[in-house]
């Protein structure tokens, strides 16, 4: 079974990959905009965290956008919009920290890389504490796929569930063969997998698709060579 006190099984996990950061700066305001209720996207940076905020606004979004620069009163009048709903969407840099109590958070996003795995599962897991399900997404480009950090590494590779891999990471670990049955990997009723759509999947990568295969590795192609079948 998997460990009671730290894994959530109204949380599913899920890793995407692309080509390169435009990709997947697109990708994380399609999902956004596609998944309903409230959430957060986490940015490295003060220029991403206005940029996306401004995309999302422009698409009809009720967003804003926290970091260390905004003065004291505007970060805190920020956080009292979002916890109490008047804006839906939180695109916040590492400032925003762990003091966030709203409980209907229904995605976490994450274009930056966690320090580490702890880090990751502390911030994933501000979604869904009202035990309702909530998506937590990681969206990597291939120079994540160096980090030093062995547990994220393992998460980022995936190959299990992503579950048993967070939980792994964090000491805890899953006796036998369980999985949530619901992450990416697993596919299962509460995360399957969609079938191939090349229009999607060009939207999102540009001129270059990246694909991840069994045997562990990533693979980059021109989208021209690449038809539907």
């Known amino acids: 079974m998997l460990d009671t006190g730290l894994y959530r099984p109204n949380l599913r996990y899920g890793v995407l990959r692309f080509a390169g950061p435009a990709a997947r700066d697109a990708a994380a305001l399609r999902l956004a905009r596609a998944t309903a209720g409230a959430g957060i996207i986490h940015v490295d940076d003060m220029a991403t965290a206005e940029r996306l905020c401004r995309q ?5 979004d009720s967003a804003c956008c926290y970091h260390g620069k905004l003065e004291p009163a505007t970060r805190r009048a ?18 925003l920290g762990g003091g966030m109590d709203r409980p ?36 990597a480009c291939p120079p994540c796929d160096g980090v030093s950090a062995a547990p994220l590494a393992a998460y980022l590779r995936g190959g299990a569930c992503r579950w048993r891999l967070l939980l792994a990471g964090l000491g805890a670990g899953a006796q036998g063969g369980v999985c949530c049955g619901q992450c990416d990997q697993c596919g299962g009723a509460g995360q399957a997998r969609p079938p191939l759509d090349l229009a999607v999947l060009l939207t999102l990568a540009g001129e270059r698709v990246l694909f991840d295969f069994p045997e562990d590795s990533s693979k980059t192609f021109m989208a021209e060579f690449v038809q539907a079948r």
């Open 56 to 60: 999302l606004r422009a698409a009809g």
């Open 104 to 139: 209907d958070i229904r995605f976490v996003i994450h274009l930056r890389l966690p320090a580490s795995l702890q880090d990751y599962y502390r911030e994933s897991c501000l979604a869904g504490r009202d035990g309702l399900p909530a998506q937590c997404t990681l969206l």
């Open 78 to 95: 920020r956080l009292r919009q979002f916890r109490q709903g008047a804006r839906r969407v939180l695109v916040a840099t590492p400032a």
